[in-house]
């Protein structure tokens, strides 16, 4: 269904349309008997200008129907306008003779679009259909985002008037959105405290994936089952009335991948991330607006929540807790995760995450509100091990012993090792800096152990 609830539908169009059919056969009958009295009773000369005069007064009789899709349907973007466009790339003929071609840095193909004035002659189900790029220049220059009004025409015969609008704009509509997925690029979006979403996107340039990420490989697996399980999932959502979202809690020291992990995921499941600072939002009013601006199919991202919110044991709040002033309230958000955020959209996924997951309230971490907590430790030595596979290329080597024992004795995160694996390509190089940091952290604990045990005594 691609029209908006307020407008006719496509049949009340139609039966409408079925209507002015017999009529316009009924004025058609009529011209014929009008012609054959012309034909005998004026004289030759008049017959031709009275005939036309006659055929603009009872309207054009032309066999074609042309819609005509704006760009713009009021003040958001027509939905056909922008499918049609979509779609059209992949119906470009050699008769088409001007195009316009672009495409943005991190785009993974050209986008080519057709031209002002261009054709486009599409079949469908063995009917023809002609596409028309129109391009009209705004009288009123600044009225609008583009200072002319762009639409298509689509020009076809008015016999299967039924046919484009209940089986080829929908097919049109579907091809479209295929297309638009494969040549998907995950967006970021960064909430300014002035603006809704959408003013402020960047492309999201995170190259973090699964295949690079080190963490358990049991818990990575669940992951991507579950992100597969949730996708997948559509009609179970709706058959058993619950809403179409997924809620995850990343809890675990500075440097151990979590915001690695949600790169990962959104680049995983194609999906864009808003970046959600809780700082800047002071009501619930705040969070409902930003929450409307966002689109389905994306991730909503609430780092340090023990930080960002007034949220740190409800009691501190209750206590007048001045560092929490202004904040918005553990109510809100709770509320948010439990209603707003259930009735607004599809297909969402949000993610918290944290360094101390003991202090947040533990309303926040009651069983069904969040679905999964995963928890990102310090490095193990089979991490270690992937993150040299992945950073030298390497699955062996004469330190690797040592390194491993070493790991599982001290406290160090991924991304410690990740630097010191950075500072050389070649194995034995960084691999021994590697081993030097690991030897350093040692001490340092021994040291603190001991100075702790002096204390003591
Ligand atoms: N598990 C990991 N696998 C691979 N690389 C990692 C991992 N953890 C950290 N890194 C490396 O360290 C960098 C910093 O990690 P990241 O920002 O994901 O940590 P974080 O847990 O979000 O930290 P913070 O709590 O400070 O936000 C990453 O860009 C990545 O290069
Ligand atoms: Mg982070």
Known sequence: MFFPANLPSAAAVMSAYAAFAASTMLIRTVLNEVRNMINHFIPKRFQEKIISKLEGLLGNLSPQMTFIIDEHSGLAINQIYEASK?????????????????????????????????KVVDTFKGVEVIWEMVCVENELPNLDRASEQRSFELTFNKKVMDLVLTSYLPYVLEKSKAIKEENKVVMLFSQRSDTPYGSGS?????????????????????????????????????????????????????GTGKSSLIAAMANYLKFNVYDLELQSLRSNSDLRR?????????????????????LQNRQAVEDKDKKNAGKLPLSGLLNFIDGLWSSCGDERIIVFTTNHRDKLDPALLRPGRMDMHIHMSYCTPPAFKFLASNYLGIDTHGTFGDIEKLISEVEVTPAEIAEELMKSEKADVSLGGVLKFLRAKKMERTEVKLEGHDVEI
């Open 290 to 310: 930003l929450l409307i601006s966002t689109e389905n199919r994306s991730i909503l991202v609430i780092e340090d929540i023990d930080c960002s919110v007034g």
């Open 86 to 118: 979509i779609y059209l790339t992949t119906r470009i003929t050699p008769a088409v003779q001007r195009l316009r071609v672009s495409k943005a840095p991190r785009d993974k193909n050209f986008s080519v679009t057709i031209n002002k004035g261009e």
């Open 202 to 254: 960047i492309n999201f340039e995170h190259p973090s994936t699964f295949d690079t990420l080190a963490m358990d490989p049991i818990l990575k697996k669940e992951l991507i089952d579950d992100l597969d399980r949730f996708v997948n999932r559509k009609d179970y959502y709706k058959r058993v009335g619950k809403a179409w979202k997924r809620g995850y809690l990343l809890y675990g020291p500075p």
